[in-house]
């Protein structure tokens, strides 16, 4: 071969190792500090809507509390969204080697009931011993796992 042509091969693969470098840290950057999401004016509201109040089930749980595992005791109120995984900023960090940085979610609807979502995570989530694929309604006595550990979801 000629040496033009050793020469374009050496560029060409020098090019594809630094593509993937730069492709590799964008993921690990994506990992540790999540997506930014850009705001503009044209997206921002001039006189944001003033939040409905959800009104809550009887029956409805408000606590969610560790029965096994790392942290077993440990008991989180229920407001909002309820972010379980071992993000720093996540409600309930959990302490767990198979849990994901951002593993799942419980959230209120409009009529008070509470949903939990598997945000995609490596291992799975499960309520009551079947594994979560798409959002499911939680009540007062269910059991969340995710890995190791185990919670409840309890009305005191």
């Known amino acids: 071969m000629s040496e033009l042509i050793v020469g374009a091969l ?3 693969f020098l090019a594809m190792m630094w593509a993937f470098i730069l492709f ?3 993921i690990i950057r994506t990992d540790m500090f999540g997506r930014q999401v850009a705001t503009s004016p044209d997206t921002a509201l ?12 009887r029956h409805a ?11 077993a005791g440990l008991s989180i109120p229920l407001a909002g969204v309820v972010g379980l995984g071992r993000a720093a900023d996540s409600a309930l960090n959990i302490d767990d080697d198979y849990a994901s940085t951002r593993h799942a979610q419980i959230t209120m609807d409009d009529n008070g009931q509470w949903w939990l979502e598997d945000l995609n995570s490596t291992n799975g989530t499960s309520v009551n011993t ?17 890995g ?6 309890e009305r005191p």
């Open 46 to 57: 001039e006189h944001p809507a003033k939040p409905r109040k959800k009104r809550r089930s």
């Open 24 to 26: 590799a840290a964008n």
């Open 61 to 71: 749980p408000t606590s969610l509390v560790v029965i096994e595992g790392r942290q």
């Open 148 to 153: 190791r550990t185990v919670m409840r979801l």
């Open 10 to 12: 050496k560029l060409a």
């Open 130 to 146: 079947v594994r979560v694929s798409a959002p499911v309604q939680v009540q007062t006595g269910d059991t969340i796992r995710i």
